[in-house]
């Protein structure tokens, strides 16, 4: 009774393990079920047992309730794809002029909308690719076929790729300094010999739209949730969801409404890229100080004025970084787009892997990167350069980056004359050919060949043990786990960690996926983050840790982060595939690659939040380094360190949805498979929330953790 | 009742804690009790299922053996070149054919003048067709039901007889010729 009274906790954490452990052991596997009979399979069987609701008929294998629970909620994906297929098909039908034909044409308002849409998107996208490339698509807009024709001087001829490439170096100087413009100079250089400069523009076009649109629709819907409570109440839920949404899972709608190419791509990046700049344009006007708003109001400021004139440009860090965070996510999407026709390097980097061409793809992957990581320190160095108001300047030193890029414009232009006629065939001076430039693809490929041939043993034997002796027991572990068993887990967390409250909402989560028809689906899903978070968290946190005793050491490993995190989470595949081949063992590493990433950058900034006076008191005690990193740091990073664990956790979701590529058998199979399906929107969708729910579930239980002990330790 | 809200009140957090615990725990139980009355199949689906099972034995049975037959007219009876199935083949055999061609069906059409007719007019349609193994006679029967408006009048004739031979063509087998005089 003493103990019970000492550790409370303990004790109710022991009593909910047991009743869990009790009932994995009291409940058997019924003797009719089997993994490959899941209740996703959507297979007809006569075994199967149906109900109707709302008109849409569910089937599925009705088992023991305690096992699985029935799928009520199996109408959904159907009901989804019947309102999307009504809203574009049946609903609202009006005229509306067409101009090709000359005539009136009955369509519904939603298909006309969204072809207006894309049809815009498209102009925008053409047009950035002509001025980059060149083309005559923009001009034929305004004009006609014919007029093109009869004047062939008006097609837009595109930028040499020494223009942009000193251009993007100028910029880079203006924001950075010498170090940035020389890896802009020397990155778009090397974009353009390795033969990679059309997909490169390709994508860049694509993400000259996406990223300023995704900007101002996120400024000004974090403005209005600034502004009104009620929006900001009616944004939250869905911006909670699209944080740990997967970018896959929003493709397969978007397909239905938008059709495929670069478009619906642009859109789709929209909708995942805007979310972070709402967050961090709120996290920025909210963080202005009030005495600088009063300072506004005094002068006379009216509600616009102190919006634009005062809010913003105090809140100007954390809208750039949110900048900063809608080009990440754009390049991140400019990947996963390629799955509906986006054109670029994304698509060759797909195709590459799709040939299992890995020598290809880690030349896409690289000119990826590259582009990312530059733009990545472009805005943050934008983000952190100060407005210089006093400085009195003189022309030339006012506008001596304008003079420099005319400067460069008429060399660039007068080089590529000279190329037209020095080269014969191609004008390397104006563009490397896609298949014309360096190529290092088949020395990697033999790479990959030695790495085989030479290893194949080793890693053949790696492999077959970690699947055979880890990877399945565990999953049979988890898949073995009785849908009540689960549920009392999972709800019995939330009330000892936040009391009724996250109980229920984490009740109510882990209920959508359980009443799903995917929930064994899900079980393999969160079997393989979990695998992927256990082991990127002993990494990250022992890294994170052993970096922190050095300050060198830990400038070079947050600046390692920096970089890892820049890349697309497609390019992780790329080296784990040269190694492993097409296995569950690539999908874990890839997942363990790149979620230990947050593990290891919350571990440092952890450590580093612990105060210096802390330090020094520990110090003077006389503690042992050993006793200070376990008495004082750890305890009161952890906090922190376990927001990183959040972090790891969202981050491996994704991997492991994505690693679908590759082929596993988890939820992100099924999305995979919904994209290539006509009435795919639905399941599409709903899988993608569930995945969204698991890291949710974990979001909650873990951030509601982490706000007890904060307080507990007088942190925040 | 005031007396009990005032003790449970006064007991100390860790306690009212555990009991909340538990009563979380009592609540799912019991929900999952009245799920299980609603929708919990258990038993019937075992018995069910293993019935499924047996027939899809069968049928793999039957597939294996089908994929062992040479390609070709396989008939029932003697005085041709074409493989003869012996009394054990033709009843398997009946048993795992599905498909009756157009051509069995305008052979028994032949000889049933209103059946083809309706068969012409609607384009060729059939409503249903069947094999079936009859236990009693030791045969297998197969036909058709064609459906459909002739000359204002609404008819479904059912035209069947004996599947005297089959085509196999490696991949599964076909009513090759129906005797229906």
Known sequence: MELFKKYPKLFQWIFLLIVFFALCFAIDVPETYKFIRGQAEFVKDPNQSTFVFLGKEVRYYAFDVFWRLPPLLGWLPIWINDSLFFLMNDWMPMEFWNEDTQEYKTRPLVLQITRNLTAFMTFLIELIREILLGGLETIVAFTSWDWIDANPWAELPGLPWTIVAAGSAILAYKLGGRGLAIFAGLAMTYISIFGQWKPSMQTLSFILVAAPLSFIFGLSLGIAAFKSKRVEKALYPILLVMQTMPQYAVLVPALVLFGVGDHAAVIITMIVAVPPMILLTLLGLRAVPPEVIEAGRMSGCNNWQLMFKVLIPTARRDILIGVNQVIMVCFSMAVISAFIGAKGLGFNLLLALNQLNIGLALEAGLCISLIAILLDKMSLAWANKQVDYFGNLNFFQRNKNSLFFGLIMIVGIALAYFGSIYFKEYNYLFEVPHNKGISTADFWNKGVDWIFDTFFVYIKAFNTWLIVEVLQPMRALYLRMPAIATIVLVVGAGYLIGGIRSALVVCGLTLFIALSPWWDRALVTTYMATFGVIVSCIIGFTVGTLCFQNKHSTKFMLNVCDIFQTFPSFVYLIPVMMLFGITDTSVLIAVIVYATIPATRYTIEGLRSVPSGLHDAATMSGVTKFQRLFKIEFPLAFPHMMLGLNQTIVFALFMVIIGAFIGTEDLGQYILKALSDKKGAGIGLTLGICVAFIGLIFDNLIRTWVDKRKKHLGID | ?181
């Open chain 2, 1 to 181: 009742m005031e007396n009990y809200k005032s003790n449970f009140k006064e007991l100390p957090e860790p306690i009212k804690q555990f009991g909340g615990l538990i009563g979380i725990m009592i609540i799912i139980f019991i929900t999952f009790f009245v799920l299980n009355k609603m929708f919990g199949e258990g038993d019937e689906l075992v018995a069910k299922m293993k019935i499924e099972e047996e027939r899809i034995a069968q049928e793999r049975k039957l597939n294996k053996l089908i994929s062992s037959l040479p390609s070709g007219i396989l008939v029932s009876f003697d005085g041709t070149d074409h493989f003869k199935l012996s009394d054990e083949l033709y009843e398997a055999v009946c048993k795992a054919t599905k498909l009756i061609p157009q051509r069995a069906i305008m052979g028994a059409n032949f000889l049933n003048f209103r059946a083809h007719e309706i068969y012409t007019i609607n384009g060729n349609k059939i409503d249903e067709t069947f094999v079936k193994w009859d236990k009693e006679k030791n045969k297998c029967f197969a036909g058709f039901v064609v459906s459909g408006n002739n000359v204002g009048v609404d008819e479904t004739i059912s035209v069947s007889g004996e599947a005297l031979s089959f085509l196999s063509t490696g991949i599964d087998t076909r009513v090759y010729f129906i005797k229906n005089f």
